[in-house]
C-alpha cells in the first residue's frame, strides 16, 4: 500500500511547529477513533493513516530522518495495535457490564422502547408478514410510594396494577427516591409465542416527620433539655432500626453534631452509612421563676459574648 | 482476569491513582476481590480507550463522563441492533424479504 505524504495526512505544511501537528493529529483523531465510530471501516483505515503519519511527525528525530528522505511514510505505517480495541468487546455480551443504565439510578427502558417500538408496528398488522413475528411484549411502567422507614429497611409491598391485578414487589432495603426496580416478564405479553415484556416500577419515597436522609446517611435534629446539654448525660435516640442509646458530653452547645456509626442505610455492599444527631437546646415550655432568678445572678458574674468578631 | 498490578504493567502511561480514581467515578468497573480487584479484557481495553481519550485526544476529565455514557449508550443500541438481526435471521424468507423491502424503501426516502 502506497502511504500518503504525512504532511498531507495531517493537513499541516511542511515547516509546521510541533503544536500545530499535534493540534492537527487531535482534531483528526477525534474525528476518525475506531471507538468513536464503531462499524465504520473507513474511519479505521483513516485512523490507522493518521496515526502512522503523527508517529512520524511527532517525534523529532524521525520527522528529520522523513524530511531527509532516509525513511519513507509507509515504513512507518503504525501496525495494527497488538491489543484487541474496545469496540471488539462493547460490541459483544462482555459488553454489558458497562449498559448505559447500569450507572446507578439510571433506567434502561429507553433503550428497550427499541423493542417495544417494534412490537407496536407488528401489532399495527401494516405491511405483510409482520404479524405472524415473536415479539417480546412491551415493559409497562409503575410507580409506587413507599414510606420513609420501609425505603430504608425495605420490605414486600402490593401494587396495584387493575382492578383484577397485583404484584407483589420486593423493596430492597436503602433504595432510593426515583430508582427504578424491574419485575422480568410482568409487563405486556408477548405475541406469537414472544417473551413478555418487564414491569418498570419508578419508587417514590415518602417524607419522614423527623428523620431526613441524605445519600446514606440519616440526619435528625434532636431536642435536649438544659440539664442534658450543660451537664451531660444518657439519651435515647430514635434511629430507623429502632431507639439506641447515645451520651451526650457535658457542655454541649445547639448545634453539636453526634455521629451515630453504621445507623443510617443499609448499602448494596453489605455495610451501612450513619446517623448524623443534631443537638437542639429546648428550655423548659413557659419559662421557670427559679430558673430565670439562677440565670439573672449568674449572668452578672460570668459574662461572655458569643458574637464577638460578628461585627461586619 | 487480571488483577491492578497486572494492569499497570500492561497500560504504560497511567498512574495506579489515576485508575483508582477512575474506578471511583465508575468509569471503569473491575469485579471487587478479597485483596483489591479483578479486572477483564473489556476492563483492559476500556482503561486503553480512556487513557487514549485523556492523552490523545485531550478530552479533559470533566468532559470524559459524557463522552463514555454516549459511547455506553451507541453500543448498547448497536448490540440491541445485532439481536435484533439475528432474530431477523431466524425467520422465513419471506418475512426477511418483507422487512428489508420495508427497510430500503426507508433510507431511500432519506437520500430523496
Redo the contacts between chains.
Keep these: 500500500m502506497a502511504a500518503r505524504n504525512p504532511y498531507e495526512v495531517l493537513g499541516v505544511k511542511k515547516d509546521a511547529s510541533e503544536d500545530e501537528i499535534r493540534a492537527a493529529y487531535r482534531k483528526l483523531a477525534k474525528r476518525y477513533h475506531p471507538d468513536l465510530n464503531p462499524g465504520n471501516k473507513e474511519a479505521e483505515a483513516r485512523f490507522k493513516e493518521i496515526s502512522g503519519a503523527n508517529d512520524i511527525l511527532s517525534d523529532k528525530d524521525k520527522r528529520a530522518r522523513f524530511d531527509r528522505g532516509e525513511i519513507d511514510a509507509s515504513g512507518a505505517a503504525r501496525p495494527e495495535h497488538a491489543y484487541s480495541r474496545y469496540r471488539g468487546f462493547a460490541e459483544g455480551e462482555p459488553g454489558e457490564k458497562y449498559e448505559y443504565h447500569s450507572a446507578e439510578g439510571v433506567a434502561p427502558e429507553d433503550l428497550d422502547d427499541l423493542f417495544a417500538f417494534f412490537g407496536r408496528g407488528a401489532r399495527a398488522g401494516r405491511g405483510s408478514g409482520g404479524g405472524t413475528m415473536r415479539m417480546r411484549g412491551a415493559d409497562q411502567h409503575y410507580s409506587l410510594t413507599v414510606d420513609f422507614l420501609t425505603a430504608i429497611n425495605g420490605a414486600r409491598q402490593r401494587l396495584n396494577l387493575a382492578p383484577e391485578r397485583s404484584l407483589d414487589v420486593t423493596i430492597p432495603p436503602g433504595v432510593r427516591d426515583g430508582q427504578v426496580l424491574r419485575l422480568q416478564g410482568q409487563g405486556s405479553p408477548g405475541s406469537n409465542g414472544g417473551p413478555s415484556g418487564d414491569a418498570l416500577i419508578e419508587i417514590h419515597v415518602a417524607p419522614h416527620p423527623f428523620f431526613r436522609r441524605e445519600g446514606d446517611d440519616i440526619h435528625l435534629d434532636l431536642p435536649v433539655t438544659l440539664g442534658e446539654a450543660v451537664l451531660g448525660g444518657k439519651v435515647t435516640v430514635p434511629t430507623p432500626s429502632g431507639p439506641v442509646a447515645m451520651t451526650i458530653p457535658a457542655n454541649s452547645n445547639t448545634g453539636r453534631v453526634l455521629r451515630l456509626k453504621g445507623k443510617g442505610v443499609p448499602r448494596p455492599d453489605g455495610r451501612s452509612g450513619d446517623e448524623y444527631v443534631t443537638l437542639k437546646l429546648m428550655l423548659p415550655e413557659g419559662g421557670d421563676a427559679e430558673l430565670a432568678d439562677f440565670v439573672r445572678g449568674w449572668a452578672r458574674k460570668h459574662p461572655y459574648d458569643p458574637r464577638r468578631g460578628m461585627t461586619p | 482476569m487480571i488483577g491492578i498490578e497486572a494492569v499497570m504493567r500492561l497500560i504504560g502511561d497511567l498512574q495506579e491513582a489515576e485508575l483508582r480514581r477512575w474506578i471511583a467515578e465508575?468509569w471503569v468497573?473491575p469485579e471487587p476481590a478479597s485483596e483489591g480487584y479483578l479486572f477483564?479484557?473489556?476492563d483492559?481495553?476500556?482503561i486503553?480507550?480512556i487513557v487514549?481519550l485523556r492523552r490523545?485526544?485531550?478530552i479533559d476529565e470533566e468532559a470524559l463522563p459524557v463522552v463514555l455514557?454516549l459511547?455506553?449508550?451507541?453500543?448498547?443500541?448497536?448490540?440491541?441492533l445485532?439481536a435484533?438481526s439475528e432474530?431477523l435471521d431466524a425467520?422465513?424468507p419471506?418475512?426477511r424479504d418483507?422487512?428489508r423491502a420495508?427497510l430500503a424503501r426507508f433510507s431511500g426516502e432519506d437520500e430523496g
Excluded at chain 2, 71 to 78: I, K, T, W
Design positions: 465508575r468497573r477483564r479484557e473489556v483492559v481495553a476500556r486503553r480507550l487514549e490523545e485526544l485531550a455514557q459511547l455506553d449508550q451507541v453500543y448498547a443500541l448497536r448490540r440491541r445485532r435484533m432474530a425467520q422465513a419471506e418475512i418483507a422487512v420495508r
